[in-house]
T-cell receptor, first 112, second 112 residues
Framework: DVKVTQSSRYLVKRTGEKVFLECVQD?????MFWYRQDPGLGLRLIYFSYDVKMKEKGDIPEGYSVSREKKERFSLILESASTNQTSMYLC???????????FGPGTRLTVL | QQQVKQSPQSLIVQKGGIPIINCAYE??????FPWYQQFPGKGPALLIA?????SEKKEGRFTISFNKSAKQFSLHIMDSQPGDSATYFCAASRSGNEKLTFGTGTRLTIIP
């Protein structure tokens, strides 16, 4: 079974803080994704990584950066958290060339 | 620019009824159309998917109907059960591009 884990289920941070969201997958997948999920807006892609140290901007990369130093781990970084980044963050992975993405349980981030 | 439009945003159906969720896409290069199911507190998981070479695909009680000329596809759930209550997302992608474009989601509630 594919397992995608996210470091925290709930996180509360203050405006201006630097925030790290961690994602780990155990299936040796090449592709990893970060989405944010907001009511009425669905899932929007923030960043995509297709290999170690490789990344590609998604639809809403502003205010975010990512790091992929190891194949199994993909980190989302909010350099200076703002209240409009309060959201559910979902990580996903997939093998190269595959259509199916496997999602983690999500991290609900609240920025006060 | 929303490339995949999903409706309705929410839907309440009595047990045994047939909920129908609709999606429309704009990009004619899309050639893979999955549906993901998300239960509260969980990440989305692939439910069923279709490619444009067929007009319908069934898996158990779940059916995708696909209309290529209208650029629309829909999910039907036969003999719906309270356990089907979840949020459903349609998505689309094109061959060689491993990113998915998601719809805005439909919150489905099946009442006993």
């Amino acid at each position: 079974d594919v397992k995608v884990t996210q470091s925290s289920r709930y996180l509360v941070k203050r405006t201006g803080e630097k925030v790290f969201l961690e994602c780990v997958q155990d299936m040796d997948h090449e592709n990893m994704f970060w989405y944010r999920q907001d009511p009425g807006l669905g899932l929007r892609l923030i960043y995509f990584s297709y290999d170690v140290k490789m990344k590609e901007k998604g639809d809403i990369p502003e205010g975010y950066s990512v790091s992929r130093e190891k194949k199994e781990r993909f980190s989302l970084i909010l350099e200076s958290a703002s209240t409009n980044q309060t959201s559910m963050y979902l990580c996903a992975s997939s093998p190269h060339g595959a259509d199916t993405q496997y999602f983690g349980p999500g991290t609900r981030l609240t920025v006060l | 620019q929303q490339q995949v439009k999903q409706s309705p945003q929410s839907l309440i159906v009595q047990k045994g009824g047939i909920p129908i969720i609709n999606c429309a896409y704009e990009n004619t290069a899309f050639d893979y159309f999955p549906w993901y199911q998300q239960f509260p507190g969980k990440g989305p998981a692939l439910l069923i998917a279709i490619r444009p070479d067929v007009s319908e695909k069934k898996e158990g009680r779940f059916t995708i109907s696909f209309n290529k000329s209208a650029k629309q596809f829909s999910l039907h759930i036969m003999d719906s059960q309270p356990g089907d209550s979840a949020t459903y997302f349609c998505a689309a992608s094109r061959s060689g591009n491993e990113k998915l474009t998601f719809g805005t989601g439909t919150r489905l509630t099946i009442i006993p």
